[in-house]
Structures are given as C-alpha cells and as structure tokens.
C-alpha cells in the first residue's frame, strides 16, 4: 500500500514536469507500460492473501486511473488536439463572384464595334440641357422632349442652362461630334435615367449611342455596321430590317428589327411576324451638325443606339421576363448565369 501510494507521488510530479509530449510518454511507459513500475506491482498480487490481494488491487487500479487521468489533462498542455481529416477528400474551394451580365455585355459590345474601328469614349452623366436636347434638334418648346422623360436639377449651368441626368446616350454623340475632328468614329456607353419602371424599363439603364462622321458616309454604311453588329452579337443565322421612322436627331430615321430568335423570323407569339425592335437609327439632321459647327454640305454622319440591357435580353435562350430583376441583386438570380 505504501509502495503504490508513493509511486503515484512520484507519477504525480513527473507528470506536471513533463513539458513535451514526448516526455509525457516517457512517464506513461514508466508507469503504465509492459515493464511499467505500477505493472510490476499488479504483477506481484498472485503472491499475496486473499486480503491484502484485494486491498493491493484496489489501490492500484485507483492509481492506474488517476495516473491516466492526469496524463490526458497533462496532454491537451503540452500537445493540443489537431483535428483529424482525410487528406484524400477533394478540398472545398473559395466561391468565385463574376461580372454581372450587364457588365458582360458592355465588354462584349465594345470588343464587337472595336472591330469596326470604333473608339470607346466617355461622356458625362449629370448634362446640360444643351447637349441632351437643344444640340440635337429639339429646342426647349418642342414636344417631342415629353419621349425622354428625365430627371432635371435645379442647378444651373453656365448662361442659364439647366442641369439634368441624361436620359439618352445621344447626348455624348453630340459631345463627340462637336470636339473631335472629322472624320468621327465613336461609340458611347453609360448610364442613363428617365421616370420610368416596369417590365422593361428601370429608372436606371445603360445605352450604347455610336457615331460615324466623315465625307460621303451613306445609309448603305448604316446598314453595314448594324448587320455586323447583330451577327456578331446575336448569331450569323439573324437578319435586319430598317423601317422608317422618325427621330429629331437623323433624317431619314429607322428603327432597327432583327429576326426572331425564337422562331428564326416564321412569326411566333414573341415577334407576331417574325421580327423583333432593336433600337434606333439614322443619318445624322443637319441641325445636329450645324450645332456642332459641321458643315452639312461636306460632311454626313450616321447614328444608331439602343439600350444595353434591352439587347442582353435578346439574346437566344436568355429567357429573363423582367428587366428589373437584373438590378435586384438576388444571388438566386444572379448565380444562374
């Protein structure tokens, strides 16, 4: 008895000095191993009475028990638990985020009318009542204004003009032809607002507006641009069609329809007859050039423009019902795409 309780004295001490897991081991073996001291003692108990046999037994499981307990608690000192793990199962990677589709499409394009020798130039989003509308044909009394319904500022602008958010990317068309010089091949995407919210309009929305100003320049170059445009974004098997329409800034004016998607032009319950409307487009009005101090007589231009998020949305096999959800931020949505 006295021998086991000096030896679990003696466990004690040594366990609290063991200050690496490897000294800790050398205390278990010493004690609880094959030749461990507390095993020798079990293994002299066949040589004792009945009595004392269990008296000596008790004292040394009680010892046995208390030793192991105080080299668990001695462990997780020394050597803290470390999670255990396969190594052999394929790790669990970072979520990746990627451009919105709108984003997407602005790059895509850019690359496309790139190709044609269009430069990508930036224009104000806060303009002045000149470049929005007085600049192409539309002075302040005429109501062909009311289409763009916009968001004026009560600020004014030097000489009295008003401030507004541009309600079309027009009005960089007009910047552009006004500073640079002929011949003018540029294309302006940004953001514009007008008082508008439904299926297929937001109060927020991006536009791409392209100009071409140089001598002799034809419907026929129009026609060109816009059908490398549509096969290049929407697929060689789709079509254009002009229609003539009528818009303040060109003369003549067309809107611009592409062959349905859905139905490859046979007619269906998204075209009616096959064709579906892009966007506007036409030869730049006189006016338009006289007001950037371009003389009409010597040079012509084109325009054409349209609405980046109307375009995205005809893409085949998009299939999205309402423009709005695009700028709902719902991660549901967005990571569809």
């Given at each position: 008895?006295n ?8 466990a004690?001490r040594?366990i ?32 004792l009475?009945d ?6 037994g008790?004292?040394?499981n009680e010892?046995r028990?208390r ?19 396969d ?10 985020g990627?451009?919105?589709?709108v984003?997407e ?8 009318f790139s190709e ?22 539309m ?14 500022m ?6 009295g ?6 309600p ?15 011949p ?10 007008r ?5 297929s309009h ?21 026609k060109?641009?816009?059908?490398y ?12 069609r002009?229609?003539p ?8 004016s067309f809107?611009?329809d592409?062959?349905c ?14 064709w ?6 036409g030869?730049l ?6 007001a950037?101090?371009?003389n ?8 054409f ?11 085949q ?10 700028y ?7 990571n569809?795409?």
């Open positions: 008895m021998s086991v309780s000096e030896l679990l004295s003696a004690s040594e609290a000095a063991a200050g690496t897991a490897e000294a800790l081991e050398a205390v278990r073996l010493q004690y609880l191993g094959r030749k461990g001291l507390l095993t020798a003692i079990l293994r002299t108990l066949k040589d009475s009595e004392e046999r269990r008296t000596v008790a004292s040394a010892a028990e030793i192991e307990s105080l080299l668990s608690e001695r462990q997780e000192v020394v050597a803290p638990t470390v999670a255990w793990f190594t052999t199962v394929p790790g669990s990677s970072r979520t990746v990627h451009l919105h589709l984003t499409a602005i790059q895509d394009i850019t690359q496309i044609l020798g269009f430069t990508r130039v930036r224009h104000p989003e806060v303009e002045s009542d000149w470049y929005a509308f007085e600049a192409l044909n002075p302040p009394d005429h109501p062909a204004r009311d289409e763009w319904e916009t968001f004026f009560a600020h004014e602008a030097r000489g003009e008003r401030f507004i958010l541009t079309h990317a027009t009005s960089g068309t007009a910047r552009a032809i006004s500073t640079g010089p002929v003018i091949r540029a294309i302006n995407i940004q953001k514009c607002y008082r508008q919210s439904d299926v937001t109060p927020m929305f991006h536009q791409f507006d392209g100009v071409y100003v140089a001598e002799g320049v034809t419907v026929g170059h129009l060109g641009v816009l059908e445009f549509v096969k290049a974004y929407f697929g060689q098997d789709r079509e254009v002009l229609r329409f009528h818009f303040r800034f060109t003369e003549p809107e611009v592409i062959s998607g859905v139905c490859n032009g046979k007619g269906c319950r998204l075209c009616k007859q096959g579906v409307e892009l966007g506007g487009a030869m009005h006189p006016n338009v050039l006289r950037a101090k371009l009409p007589n010597k040079v012509s231009g084109l325009a423009g349209w609405g980046v998020e109307r375009t995205l949305l005809m893409r096999g998009l299939g999205i019902p309402d423009l709005r959800l695009l709902e931020n719902d991660i549901r949505f967005l569809q795409f």
